[in-house]
């Protein structure tokens, strides 16, 4: 199966996951492959662009960790403006302990994460145990799971053999896993969602070894499914242009692809 080819409605009807099938069908009817990085440090504020872009967005990716004023407030209206435009919650955790300790980072502690994101990312250095322990909280809770694969960062050591232990972790457990955060495709499963990072139009890179490509680029050359945006966005004049801009550019070359 070529999903590269595939129409996401297509796609639809070769997955079995029903995280995976929700996305894409939130894809197909927004006209959308675009997740916002809310890397921002109030709540007011990710919730002020958040209602701004929802519209244009597939998911809205956290980093929970770094908002100085959270509660469950905050979270509990994150989840209310998903409903509101209709795209999945992404905490990007990157998990990297042993199963039994990031089960507790995963449903406990002040963030509670099991209890409002959709979806979370996990590092595969711990093996695939670090998987089944998230897994044993998630799945009852209709959840899932992203393992980053590869790094859009000058100098990952997550390549190669690495990133094909990720696939295989990945395919063991499709019942949770529902794709990558990868700078390639990694297989043609149409389950897995592969998930970009490091995607901005106008810069190439940052101070700290962050290193951009652009949305055409991420989706047609390189095969992947969906863009993540954070400071592209977020540091325009112009935000909401911007997020229309990305949605724009990222859904233009998923067209040009199934041409
Ligand atoms: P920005 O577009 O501002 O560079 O933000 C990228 C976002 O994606 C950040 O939240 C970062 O933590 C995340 N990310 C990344 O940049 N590269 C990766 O390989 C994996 C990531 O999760």
Redesign the pocket.
Known sequence: LKTQVMSYSERITHCSHPLTRKLLSIMDKKKTNLCL?A?LTSSQAILSIVDKVGGNVCMV?T?VDIVEDFSQDFVQKLVQLSEKHDFMIFE?R?FGDIGHTVQQQYKGGMYKIADWADIV?THVVPGSGVVRGLKEVGLSRQRGCVL?A????TG?LAKGDYSKAAVRIAHENKDFVIGF?C?SNLTKDPDLIHMT????LDVSG?ALG?Q?ISPSSAIRDLHTDII?????I?TADNPVAMAEQYQESGYHAYQELLT
């Open positions: 990085s890397d990716k980093h990007d990157k990312t980053v590869e790094m859009s960062s990952t955060i700078q990072p490091g995607v901005r940052d962050q951009y993540i945006v954070g400071r592209g977020l």
